[in-house]
């Protein structure tokens, strides 16, 4: 139980693309997903929260223009890189949380490289 | 500032043998914490946590033990299997506030050899 699918898990696209990220719970219902980037030899670093119906809480130095999300469902959460550019190319993973205290299961995560 | 540390980069042991993976931690407000395995390629695995109401968890061949008073937690893997072989992430949490966001360590990749 408690899987996570997160698509695409690669994307090779051109400086200006937007890039849309897609993060699924697929047994179970997840009141909140986070959204994490990871960097090579660095840390999971969050980025931002969301619940679902709600904005979503963005943690200090995210642009939230810059990663929209949304999270329309209690299933399923998306991540936007708008017009992406080379400084975010990096690894992006979701995970997702069933209710409070509970442990978040995470995707496989997308590798994002922006040419 | 680095909350949540994990010193050994990396750690070899022999099969059989146990496996000690250690975590500090500076923030005091965390409460909860937990352990993730993470194979190449894929996301990370919720492995075994523990609340800070508790010293010891255990779950199988694996154990958790929290030391509030130093900061520190530990994994215990007992027998190692080359299974085990991965990176494993300790993270911490803090339910204050309502907000449940984990801050993660940098990993430490176990190598179990046969």
């Known amino acids: 139980g408690a899987v996570v699918s997160q698509h695409p898990s690669r994307v090779i696209c051109k400086s200006g693309t937007s890039v849309k990220i897609e993060c699924r719970s697929l047994?179970?219902?997840?009141?909140?997903m986070f959204w994490y980037r990871q960097f090579p030899k660095q840390s999971l670093m969050l980025m931002a929260t969301?619940?679902?119906?709600?904005?979503?809480?963005?943690e200090q130095g995210v642009e939230k223009d810059k990663f929209l999300i949304n999270h329309a469902s209690l299933t399923l959460s998306t991540l936007t890189v708008t017009s992406a550019h080379p400084e975010d190319s990096s690894f992006y993973i979701c995970?997702?949380?069933?209710?409070?205290?509970?442990?978040?299961?995470f995707g496989d995560g997308t590798r994002l490289s922006i040419l | 500032d680095q909350q949540v540390k994990q010193n050994s980069p990396s750690l070899s042991v022999q099969e059989g043998r146990i496996s000690i993976l250690n975590c500090d931690y500076t923030?005091?407000?965390?409460?909860?914490f937990l352990w993730y395995k993470k194979y190449p390629a894929e996301g990370p695995t919720f492995l075994i946590s523990?609340?800070?109401?508790?010293d010891k968890n255990e779950d199988g061949r694996f154990t958790v033990f929290l030391n509030k008073s130093a900061k520190h937690l530990s994994l215990h893997i007992v027998p190692s299997q080359p299974g085990d072989s991965a990176v494993y992430f300790c993270?911490?949490?803090?339910?204050?506030?309502?907000?449940?966001?984990?801050?993660f360590g940098k990993g430490t990749k176990l190598t179990v050899n046969p």
């Open positions: 923030n005091s407000m965390f409460d909860y």
């Open positions: 047994d179970f219902q997840a009141t909140t």
């Open positions: 993270a911490a949490s803090s339910a204050q506030g309502g907000s449940e966001k984990l801050v």
């Open positions: 969301s619940n679902e119906g709600s904005k979503a809480t963005y």
């Open positions: 995970s997702a949380q069933g209710s409070f205290n509970q442990p978040q299961h």
């Open positions: 523990i609340s800070s109401i508790k």
